[in-house]
């Protein structure tokens, strides 16, 4: 049947459209949030020595190394590394929600709209610098009164009586508590409704940076004392219970300006279930109700936002973020997409095929799926639009390419490091297993784009189009600091001295390039770090308020008996649930959010079921990264339809299409193991073989293309049976799996029975 074209934005444009070559510029460079405050002058200056020290201090602080070692000079005020775990987790919050206040407003900045001054307002949120001053003058009242030895000790810790009677407590109530509490909502609430221009500080904004330094202050000095073994206990300081009510409270705040209201919407959610759990029936009832001084007391420990998902963030993540900000430094990730032109560009369909290369080599350092569309997808999306693709497959196969980043090896988006926090498994042995599902994913989306500009009869893109690669081929020194970060992994070097040998080559490689590194340049890749980090660690810390409410009620574990309960039934509806569970859990959240908290609910009972841990892990990881292309809430496909011009709901169901063997290796490695590098190597070998041939069936059934010709609509049919059966990976289903390919092909071929009409032919059918 001849293909129809009645959709202007179906038919490629002419060749002359492409006239000129296309060389990526700024494709790694952040972009600004509207609601990002754009300092000049003596205020830029501040801020900017601000992100500077901050992700510097934790530079330092990951190496053990000292400022008094440095110089020489012994500087008693300033810290000694290594700090102790719970206090270097504390001040990593304090500066990101420090320097996350004075950079980001609580509203956002319009050109067509510009703010009127709310001078009362303003004048409002200033006073209310004077309780937050009271409180942190009480704060440090504390800690000297510990640092004094005057306190008597128990079990070599100091002790400290807070319990109502006493001094301590009133002290901790009137001049701490209460002081603190009307700083932290009243900034709040002010900052709501505080304008200001984008080149000045927010009075608001600046109360609650102090007020988050002043939580640190009073928790280092108390979780220094015996009164820390008090956590989690209805013995827990007053004085703890309020900095921790502050502290998340900011927590939430500074989350909602950086990553919009899903993940805290879905916190209020965990936190109302946690006091109204013991009204509830069924699994989610509790025995006895939680205080609100037990609650917090908890949540602000290594329980919850100082746990795992902070730990996380305060040392792989970060230095991560170092690392990606000294390559943007150096422009890698322009070279990355003008190599990924110069590869893939000449094939049919190139810009979507670049789309893929390009987008696979940044997602794995960028962090978010939605923040890599928006880096490589404002180059890509409009090219893919060129050359014939509807603005909605554009955007999907952007967003779906770059949702895989989170699952490319070796960086996996900082996926792998929580994985390896959460599970105790070495990083190396969870990057080699996540090698096969990648290849998996990215052949399935290649295949995918392949067979629609086929269909669409598109062609590449032309030599004086692209960059040329003889040329890029002499800058592959680009590479070396990826690959000396691979290297340094796998000859058995920590995470934290790998990543640090990667970002000083990357700063030595620039010298080969125009982008030089000295130190104006060093400073400033510092400078964008802090900047870059704030949002993550926002992220990271809200998550950890989950997992705190997910220890303290043990709703995890109940949701582990269900489970068991349907695996009684059937192991594959088991797993269907978790899927479900996992993917509602991420949506609308950062990758490393969604998998913290997915991991905390969903993986524990998948242990329970008797599903190696490692496995248990990569499933739940997996349904928590295509959440961001799964609907109805799919942030990078809305991402993508942004840049696209596209129907939002409409990318997002192409996305959910064109990324669909995300959603069918992972019960994979339920049945066959060796698709994780479990196995012989000749196990291994069979199952990514035979799994890459089932992804290309399962691509031809989607899509409707095979082997040269659009299949009908019962053929389509029999190739996804097909690829069921050549992904588990047995001997027996890769027979079968064959045999029905066969089948399929000789039909086609000796009948060549039409396509069905009805069946839509155009997108990402």
């Not at 009127?116 to 610098?129: G, S």
């Not at 609650?208 to 330094?213: E, K, N, P, R």
């Not at 990569?618 to 959440?627: G, I, L, P």
């Not at 079968?736 to 399929?744: C, E, N, P, R, S």
């Amino acid at each position: 049947m001849a293909e129809q074209r009645n959709d202007p934005e179906d038919t490629p444009i002419p060749d002359a459209a492409l006239a000129e070559p296309v060389i990526a510029d700024g494709v790694d460079e952040e972009p600004v949030e509207s609601n990002r405050r754009l300092f000049t002058g003596r205020a830029y200056l501040f801020i900017a020595a601000l992100s500077t020290i901050y992700a510097a201090f934790h530079m330092l602080a990951l190496n053990g190394v000292s400022i008094s070692d440095w110089s020489g000079v012994e500087l008693p005020l300033l810290p000694q590394f290594p700090l102790e775990t719970w206090n270097f987790r504390i001040v990593h919050i304090a500066g990101a929600l420090a320097l996350g206040f004075l950079l980001f407003s609580a509203h956002g900045f319009h050109p067509d709209r510009p703010h009127r001054e709310t001078r009362f307002v303003t004048l409002a949120a200033a006073a209310l610098a004077v309780p937050a001053l009271v409180a942190g003058a009480t704060a440090i009242g504390f800690a000297n009164t510990i640092a004094s030895g005057d306190l008597p000790q128990m079990g070599g810790l100091t002790t400290w009586a807070a319990f109502p009677g006493t001094e301590i407590y009133a002290t901790e109530v009137r001049w701490f508590g209460i002081p603190l509490l009307v700083a932290t909502f009243g900034a709040i609430v002010a900052g709501w409704f505080e304008r200001r221009g984008r080149e000045l500080f927010a009075a608001s904004d600046a109360v609650l940076a102090l007020c988050g330094i002043v939580v640190a202050i009073y928790l280092v000095a108390i979780y220094g004392t015996a009164a820390r073994n008090s956590v989690g206990t209805p013995f827990v300081p007053i004085g703890v219970a309020f900095a921790a009510t502050a502290g998340a409270a900011m927590i939430l705040e500074l989350t909602r300006r950086v990553a919009g209201l899903a993940l805290v919407i879905i916190t209020g959610v965990f936190l109302a279930y946690t006091f109204a759990a013991h009204l509830l029936p069924g699994i989610l009832a509790v025995q006895n109700a939680y205080s609100w001084q037990r609650f917090f007391g908890h949540v602000y420990s290594d329980a919850g936002i100082l746990g795992p998902t902070t730990a996380v963030s305060s040392t792989y993540i970060i230095l991560f973020i170092i690392f990606a900000a000294f390559l943007q430094a150096s422009k890698v990730g322009d070279y990355f997409v003008n190599f990924a032109f110069a590869a893939a560009g000449r094939a049919r369909g190139g810009p979507a095929k670049v789309a893929i290369f390009a987008s696979g080599l940044m997602g794995m350092i960028n962090g978010t799926s939605a923040g890599n569309v928006v880096a490589t997808g404002s180059l890509t999306i409009p090219l893919m639009k060129k050359v014939g693709y509807r603005k909605q497959t554009a955007g999907a196969v952007e967003a779906a390419a770059s949702t895989g980043g989170q699952i490319m090896p070796p960086i996996m988006g900082a996926g792998a490091f929580i994985m390896a926090e959460i599970t105790g498994i070495p990083y190396q042995e969870i990057a080699i297993a996540a090698v096969i599902p990648a290849i998996l994913y990215f052949a399935s989306i290649y295949f995918m784009v392949d067979f629609e500009a086929a269909k669409l009869g598109m062609r590449g893109m032309r030599d004086d189009e692209l960059p040329r690669l003889a040329a890029l081929a002499r800058q592959a020194y680009l590479f070396v600091p990826i690959l000396i970060l691979i290297v340094a992994l796998f000859l058995g070097y920590s995470v934290i001295r790998a990543g640090t040998l990667a970002t000083v080559a990357a700063a030595v490689v620039s010298w080969l390039t125009p982008h030089r590194m000295g130190l104006r340049s060093i400073l400033k890749a510092f400078e964008l770090a802090g900047v870059m980090s704030i949002q993550i660690i926002a992220v990271c810390a809200c998550a950890g308020i989950i997992v705190g409410v997910i220890s303290l009620t043990g709703v995890g574990a109940r949701f582990s008996a269900v489970l068991l309960d349907l695996a009684g039934v059937s192991q594959l509806l088991a797993l269907f649930f978790a899927m479900c569970i996992a993917i509602l859990l991420g949506m609308g959240m950062p990758t490393t959010a969604a998998y913290a908290v997915a991991a905390s609910v969903v993986a524990p009972g998948l242990v329970e079921l008797g599903i190696p841990q490692l496995t248990a892990h990569f499933f739940v990881f997996y349904f928590a990264v295509v959440s961001a292309i799964t609907p109805p809430v799919a942030l990078a496909s809305y991402a993508a339809a942004g840049i696209s011009g596209s129907n939002p709901m409409e990318t997002s169901v192409a996305s959910f299409k064109i990324g669909i063997a995300a959603f069918i290796v992972p019960f994979m490695f339920f049945y066959n193991s060796a698709l994780l590098m479990e196995g012989t190597w000749f196990e291994i070998l069979r199952a990514g073989a035979t799994a890459t041939v089932g992804v290309f069936l399962l691509s031809s059934g989607v899509q409707g293309w095979f082997l040269g010709g659009r299949p009908a609509w019962f053929l389509r049919a029999g190739l996804i049976v097909a690829a069921l059966f050549m992904i588990e990976g047995g001997l027996v289903s890769d027979v079968i799996g064959l045999g029905l390919t066969a089948a399929v092909y000789l039909v086609q071929r000796l009948f060549s029975p039409k396509p069905d009409a009805t069946i839509p032919i155009r997108g990402a059918d």
